[in-house]
């Protein structure tokens, strides 16, 4: 049921105006959400332009002008399923249904704003847990030697992975393959994911996406955190609520150490 009526919505956006309105007539009150009125909502509350609108599209493959957006933010024109696909991922839609058409089904059905917030969260969180996931890790079942360090002896430092201020560990068989030092968490702001005292295994790399999880060197001071990117700016963000963002500024310089695996 769900599929058929996320099927019927896209199907109802690539039609002609005078047969959507048909269609929409006679399915009644579900369907008197204007799509151009809600994708102008969602990109005013990302703070985001419709020239940057645009220019995200492109990533995607579709090439548009502000212009485009603002035909279909007016109901001038619409944007076909793989367009309009695309814009629910940039805008940050999880719910078409409930978004474009005020049908309350699916996993969020029931829910408030806090209560899909919290559902997202915990989504966001079993993609870090190997059994919940659909890609296999590569796992080393031969026991390496790895260095383990310990966050509040670096902190400080602006020297992560110097030559000191770590110890050498035998990897248990469950340590990715990809992973090619440790870290030992402190404090509570990563969990339910991570407890302190936990042994993390990190990816040395130096770029990371948003939502990754990883090891940065902010203000002279190591952190486990994860990545946001929200347009022009970026926020490094714990995933115990009871902790704040750390907004990234430019001045302070953010080092990317590595990616938790």
Known sequence: MAYCTNFKIFVILCLHYAVRCVIIYIWGDHMNISVGTTLSELRRAKKLMQKDVASRLSGYGFSVSAKTIYNWEKGLAQPNAGQFLALCDILGVDDVMWRFAG????????????????????????????????????????????????????????????????????????????????????????????????????????????????????????????????GDKAYLRSLNPEYEDIEIREDFGLKTIGKVV
């Open 103 to 230: 049908i309350h089904k699916g996993p969020y059905a029931g829910l408030n704003q806090d209560g899909r917030r919290k559902a997202r969260e915990f989504i966001d969180l079993l993609f870090h847990v190997e059994m919940y996931r659909d890609d296999p890790v590569e796992y080393n079942k031969t026991p390496r030697l790895l260095r383990l360090y310990d966050i509040p002896a670096s902190a400080g430092t602006g020297n992560f992975l110097d030559d000191s201020g770590y110890e050498m560990i035998e990897t248990p068989g469950y340590v990715p393959a990809a992973a090619d030092f440790a870290l030992r968490v402190s404090g509570d702001s990563m969990e339910p994911l991570y407890q302190d005292g936990q042994v993390i295994w990190i990816k040395e790399q130096e770029v990371l996406d948003s939502g990754d999880i990883g090891i940065f060197i902010y203000f002279d001071d190591v952190y486990c955190k994860k990545l946001i990117v929200d």
